[in-house]
């Protein structure tokens, strides 16, 4: 039988195991923009003028962001909760001033602050209260967001839920 107790051994083993933990750990934003790639390749992208950031809660996997975009012309802007694509916990300089949003705001998104500063996964704070939006919405809204897979909850959205 083979013994190995050269300290390097040990080193080594402990690096790769750290390794491991932040592949792992970088996957789930992987995930995440894959999400948001669905999105933008489904949807066009339409400038908003106003982002206004309602709250800001640490999680996990990074900070979530209550959001209201409004729409020129249009009232009762729904609450969304904003995650950064790629894991950042900061809200990005310039978000009030405009983004571009992707997606239909009863089923959720994506939000590109201008810039480059940051992308954001989007979804409905309150999923009931959107739903009879989402009814309302006609066949190809529908079969739009069921392509870029936004018709369901997102266990991620009920945890990062207000009072959850």
Partial sequence: MLELDSPFVMVFTVAGVGVLVLTVHRLI????VSQCARVLRTYPLEFHPRVVKKRERWTQYGNVFEVRVTTRGQHGAPLMLAVDAAGRRRW?????????????????????????????????????????????????????????????????????????
Wanted: net charge positive; aromatic share 8%.
């Fill in 29 to 32: 934003y992987g995930i995440r």
């Fill in 92 to 164: 990005p300089e310039g978000a009030e001033e405009g983004v571009w949003l992707a997606g239909d705001l009863p089923f959720g998104g994506v939000m590109v602050v201008r810039g480059g500063e940051g992308m954001f996964f989007l979804k409905p704070a309150d999923w009931d209260k959107t739903a009879r939006k989402r009814e309302e919405a006609g066949a190809e809204r529908l079969a739009q967001a069921q392509q870029a897979r936004l018709t369901h909850r997102t266990k991620r959205a009920v945890m990062m839920r207000p009072g959850a």
